[in-house]
Each structure stands twice: as structure tokens, then as C-alpha cells.
């Protein structure tokens, strides 16, 4: 079993992928609501069907270094078994997904072949 990566705060801005199935979909909605309404931060639509790189329905929260600190521990204890993905806005799509993803809870496989040049 491969060790999950902790997310650390080394970049300026970045994406908090909340993944979650039909099930915890009424969760899922209101800790992303809520995430936004508490930090103050632009949270996306919730997606019902799998987007880009990400395997399970999402919702994306985007944010900064300077929420960092506060928003991950608060994702960590409200998440309620959750898997959320939180990865850098480096500007390199590939690397933001692959070197700069972090997790809270389980990892997930991405499918990175959206990346391919």
C-alpha cells in the first residue's frame, strides 16, 4: 500500500478536490458551502459525472496559501470519511496533479491521459 501524501503549504494558490458518490452527494454540498462561507473562498459547481482527471463526482474549492493553514485542518476533522484531493495551481496541470497532489482520507487513481501532449 502506497503512503498518502499530507498536503503542505508550499504554493501560492490551490484546488481542493472533494470527491464523493450518490450517497454522500447532501454531505458532500454542504461542507463545500460551508468551506466557502467560513474561509471566504470560490467553491465550483458540484459535478455529478466525472470531470477531467477525477474518477469519483467532485466539487473544487479554490484557494490560497494564506487559507492553508486554517481550511485543511477544517476539511480534515469535517470531512466525514471523505476523499479529498488538494493539489498546487502551479500551471503545470501534470505535475499539479502527480508531484503536487496531496490527500486527506484515501487515495484515488486520476486518470492523467487528459494530460498527455
Known amino acids: 500500500m502506497k ?7 508550499s504554493h501560492n494558490a490551490y484546488h481542493a478536490h472533494v470527491y464523493f458518490e ?9 461542507l463545500c458551502k460551508e468551506a466557502g462561507e467560513r474561509f471566504n473562498l470560490k467553491v465550483g459547481r458540484i459535478h455529478k459525472k ?13 484557494f490560497g496559501s494564506k487559507d492553508f493553514d486554517k481550511l ?9 470519511g471523505l476523499t479529498i484531493l488538494v493539489h498546487a495551481l502551479s ?9 503536487y497532489a496531496y490527500w486527506l482520507g484515501e487515495s484515488v487513481e486520476l486518470d492523467l491521459s487528459i494530460f498527455a501532449k
Not at 450518490?22 to 454542504?30: C, N, P, Q, R, V
Not at 500551471?91 to 508531484?99: C, R, S
Open 3 to 9: 503512503k498518502t501524501k499530507r498536503p503542505v503549504n
Open 22 to 30: 450518490k450517497e454522500t452527494l447532501d454531505f458532500a454540498s454542504s
Open 50 to 62: 466525472l470531470v477531467g482527471p477525477h474518477p469519483k463526482w467532485s466539487c473544487q474549492i479554490t
Open 72 to 80: 485543511i485542518p477544517w476539511l480534515e476533522e469535517n470531512r466525514n
Open 91 to 99: 500551471g503545470n496541470d501534470l505535475e499539479d496533479h502527480t508531484l
